[in-house]
């Protein structure tokens, strides 16, 4: 009989035993037998996903994923995690600043009207300030592309010192006793170019050649003259020239 039992247990189906889910009868009758109700569990069907289309209005793939529209960095942030400048990070202020320091570095001169060229150069030259005499000569040598590389300046019967490097095309203009520069006119690129000189006798001389930004410079006033010239230049040339102006010079000066 032992042998029965247990193949009719390796023949039961492998289904789950159902719990009792309900007792039916009372305790008093203990000869009739209590009646139980089985409840199987019941699975739920299933729900339909809800449909999710692949691109919509602000699709990823749409947009074209971490390189859209305005790419990972141009994603919008929450207000509370919104990137904030660091200490070490420049304002939008000193950044303003530093493009416009750098602009100034490589643009035309503007700060007086006497004075033409670029900003730069770490040495300075000036002929003496003097109300007495005014430029009675000029000497100026160019290089090989044309930039004016020194400049020697005579003022009333004297040549100054020659600023700038040695060597060069040389050329030199010498005004006539009584006549006075009136006007000049020349050139420039990141450096001086071309200066010429107009006399009160109708004579003009150039010296180097005609490129690049064209300036003419006049006197201040009616009457004035040439009595000086100053600047800045640097091994490879001059940057700017600044001229100043004067009336004849009087009986006080002799």
Same mark, same amino acid.
């Given at each position: ?28 009758? %203990? =000869? ?24 919509? @209005?602000?699709?990823?793939? #749409? ?5 859209? =529209?305005?790419? +990972?960095?141009?994603?919008? =942030?929450? @207000? ?9 990070? @420049?304002? =939008? ?5 530093? #493009? ?7 643009? @035309? !001169? ?37 930039? !004016? ?29 009584? %006549?006075? +520069? ?7 690129? #990141? ?18 050649? %005609? ?5 003419? +410079? ?7 003259? #040439? ?24 009986? %006080?000066?002799?």
């Amino acid at each position: 009989m032992g042998r029965n039992c247990q193949a009719k247990l390796e023949k039961a189906p492998s289904q789950p035993f159902p719990t009792p889910a309900v007792q039916v009868g009372s305790g008093a009758d %203990e =000869r009739e037998p209590r009646r139980q109700l089985w409840a199987f569990a019941q699975e739920e069907p299933h729900s339909l996903a809800p449909s999710c289309p692949l691109v919509g @209005p602000h699709s990823f793939l #749409l947009d074209g994923g971490p390189w859209g =529209r305005e790419g +990972i960095k141009g994603r919008r =942030r929450v @207000p509370s995690t919104a990137r904030r400048p660091s200490a070490d990070t @420049p304002g =939008r202020p000193e950044a303003m600043l530093l #493009l416009l320091t750098l602009a100034l570095l490589g643009s @035309p !001169i503007s700060w007086a009207d006497d004075m033409v060229g670029h900003q730069g150069g770490h040495k300075y030259f000036s002929t003496p300030e003097s109300c007495c005499d005014l430029v009675t000569g000029i000497r100026v040598a160019t290089d090989i592309i044309g930039k !004016i590389i020194s400049i020697q300046v005579k003022v009333g019967d004297s040549w100054q010192e020659k600023a700038g490097v040695s060597g060069g095309h040389i050329q030199e203009f010498e005004l006539w006793p009584g %006549e006075m +520069i009136k006007k000049l006119n020349g050139s420039f690129k #990141l450096y001086m170019r071309q200066l010429c000189v107009h006399t009160s006798e109708e004579r003009s001389f150039c010296f180097g050649k %005609e490129s690049g930004t064209p300036f003419t +410079i006049y006197p201040k006033e009616k009457g004035q003259s #040439l009595t000086g010239i100053y600047g800045h230049y640097d091994l490879l040339g001059f940057k700017n020239f600044g001229f100043r102006w004067g009336f004849l010079p009087d009986d %006080e000066c002799e």
